[in-house]
Structure formats: C-alpha cells, structure tokens
C-alpha cells in the first residue's frame, strides 16, 4: 500500500503560479503510474495529468497541456506538479493518486486546495 500526502495548494492571482508536492511511502514500484486529479465544487473529480513513477512521457488533460508540468523525484519520493498561467476555472481541490498498473490497486492523498482569483 502507498500513502500519499499532498502539499503546497494556496490562493493565486490569475496568471500566477503554484507547485503541488505529493510525497509518497510505502510500496512504491516501477508499475506505479503517479496521477493528479482535480475536484472543484459541484463537479466530478476528474483527470489532470500523470507520469510513470520510473519516467516516461507525461500526459495531460487538454485544459492544462502548456501550463502544468508533472514530475517525480524518485531519491524523494516526491511528484510534482507545476502550475502556471493559472486560471480562475482552475480553482479545486488537487489529489495525488498513485495506481499500481500490474493489480490495478489504487492509493489516493487526502487533497489540497487551489484557489485562484480574478
């Protein structure tokens, strides 16, 4: 089982920008694919981006594509998410999950809030 803990979320200025940290323990292999998801009021949780935990090519949703970046520290046990240029519709609560590819177990962090005014 991997535990997860998110950090950095905050309040920004349109335009400004943040960077999410998802430090993880536990059981953290290869096969783990590292995932951030955003949730904002009244909507479903849905998809922002992800990376293998041992590299590859990253991925993202198409409303972040050029914005945010994704990336992992293995000697840290640590994701990352760099948020620029953010927009007020990027305002939610940001969770970090971490599947593992080969049982199809996933672990989710507990959230953290991303407020963006106009």
């Known amino acids: 089982q991997v535990q997860l803990v998110e950090s950095g979320g905050g309040l920004v200025q349109a335009g400004g920008s943040l960077r999410l940290s998802c430090a993880a323990s536990?059981?953290?292999?290869?096969?783990?694919?590292m995932a951030w998801f955003r949730q904002a009021p009244g909507k479903e949780r849905e998809f922002v981006a992800h990376?293998?935990?041992?590299?590859?090519?990253?991925y993202y949703t198409a409303d972040v594509k050029g914005r945010f970046t994704i990336s992992r520290d293995n000697a840290k046990n640590t994701v990352y998410l760099q948020m620029n240029s953010l927009k007020p519709e990027d305002t939610a609560v940001y969770y970090c999950?971490?599947?593992?590819?080969?049982?199809?177990?996933?672990?989710w962090g507990q959230g953290t809030q991303v407020t963006v005014s106009s």
């Open positions: 990376i293998m935990w041992n590299g590859g090519t990253p």
């Open positions: 536990g059981r953290v292999f290869s096969s783990h694919r």
């Open positions: 999950a971490a599947t593992d590819l080969n049982t199809g177990i996933a672990s």
